[in-house]
């Protein structure tokens, strides 16, 4: 079994699948900024319902990035420790995408693209584009979003935006027809993550390092800020 590990964007998740993408368990929590208290626990009920039923672990995936800082390097600490103490294969997983893949596989698309995005602070994002055929159109990078800045790239009406800008998206690029697809979730990398086990394609624990695409810039805690 595969261990999927998300904590790039607003929600902490985690899922199970076995080396052929199918999955077994999957749980979001749906509170912001908890990726600190929540995961532990997320792996916690894994590995009980990992040993109620037998199942040995054999990798640990995560997203690699981009996305919030903080929350990547929560993700990937938490991906080596478990590696360490289990001698699992450790597994990277280019988030965005993992989840144009998802939709693809969802058949949410009716020939249009899938615009992956994150949110990178103000009018930013973090965004990558599929075709209908899955291709990439545009690659990974953080883009200020502005009217007619994907004009001739992407029929608006026609796309999906899956992450967790979409609503960003459908405001500053005169979109409200597109539809919109929340994420990620871990359960969105599982096949992903089952294609890079087969393949055998591992890192190295000792040295990997999370893909942050910008620079971190400190800010304060809407959490504990008053």
């Known amino acids: 079994m595969i261990l999927v590990i998300e904590s790039s964007a607003d929600y ?20 912001k900024q908890s990726h600190s208290e929540q995961l532990p626990l997320l792996v916690e009920k894994a590995f009980s319902m990992l040993k109620d ?30 590696c360490y103490a289990s001698g699992c ?8 995408l993992a989840m144009a893949q998802w939709a693809q596989d969802q058949k949410f698309l009716l020939g249009g693209s899938v615009c992956s995005m994150l949110d990178a602070r103000r009018d930013e994002v973090y965004i990558c584009i599929t075709d209908e055929l899955g291709e990439v159109k545009k690659n990974l990078e953080a883009l200020i979003l502005t009217e007619g800045c994907l004009s001739g790239l992407v029929d608006l ?4 935006f899956i992450g967790n ?7 500053l690029l005169s979109a409200p027809h597109a539809k919109i697809i929340s994420g990620p979730e871990a359960h969105m990398f599982a096949t992903a993550a089952a294609q890079k086990f087969m393949k055998g394609e591992f890192e190295n624990v000792a040295y990997f390092e999370p893909h942050y695409l910008k620079e971190f810039v400190a800010g304060i805690s809407q959490k504990f800020s008053v």
Not at 89 to 96: E, Q, Y
Not at 157 to 160: G, L, N, R, T
Not at 165 to 171: N, Y
Request: hydrophobic share 40%; charged share 15%; with cysteine.
């Open 53 to 82: 039923q037998g199942l040995e672990l054999r990798g640990v995936a995560v997203n690699q990035g981009p996305g919030s800082y903080t929350g990547l390097r929560i993700g990937v600490s938490l991906a080596k420790g478990l």
């Open 165 to 171: 800008s979409g609503e960003k998206a459908q405001r």
């Open 157 to 160: 009406d026609a796309a999906i």
């Open 89 to 96: 294969k450790l597994l990277s997983i280019n988030g965005l």
């Open 12 to 31: 902490p998740s985690v899922c199970l699948t076995d080396e052929q993408g199918n999955l077994l368990w999957s749980e979001t929590v749906f509170v």
